[in-house]
């Protein structure tokens, strides 16, 4: 399996990004899918995550407090992406955005991937 991630940039404070990753391979079922940032010096974080629901359950979001009210996580199923709208923009949302996935390849297991860092930076 593979996350490949895009949509990062230089965007000023106030402003709108848009990142996408799409998860390819084997897949038998995306378990959840979401996106985690580092600024230098500090430890990787949850942004926001989508997490699929089961038979009886709906799927569910969780967002990080500092970006609740501001970025929105969806995900499209038919093509395991998942995208993370990202408006008003703060300096401090300035990082390395990482998507992450857990993902069955099998009915018995799943496995967490990660894809390759997008930066955004946000000037003041």
């Known amino acids: 399996v593979q996350l490949q991630a895009s949509g990062g940039g230089l965007v000023q404070a106030g402003g709108s990004l848009r990142l996408s990753c799409r998860a390819s391979g084997s897949i038998l079922r995306v378990n959840a899918m979401g996106w985690y940032r580092q600024a230098p010096g500090k430890q990787r974080e949850l942004v926001a995550v989508?997490?699929?629901?089961?038979?009886?359950?709906?799927?569910?979001?969780e967002y990080a407090d500092p970006v609740k009210g501001r970025f929105t996580i969806s995900r499209d199923n038919a093509k395991n992406t998942v995208y993370l709208q990202m408006g008003s923009l703060k300096p401090e949302d300035a990082a390395v955005y990482f998507c992450?996935?857990?993902?069955?390849?099998?009915?018995?297991?799943?496995?967490?991937?990660w894809g390759q860092g997008t930066q955004v930076t946000v000037s003041s």
């Open positions: 992450h996935a857990q993902i069955s390849d099998d009915p018995w297991s799943s496995h967490t991937y």
């Open positions: 989508r997490t699929t629901g089961t038979m009886i359950t709906d799927d569910s979001t």
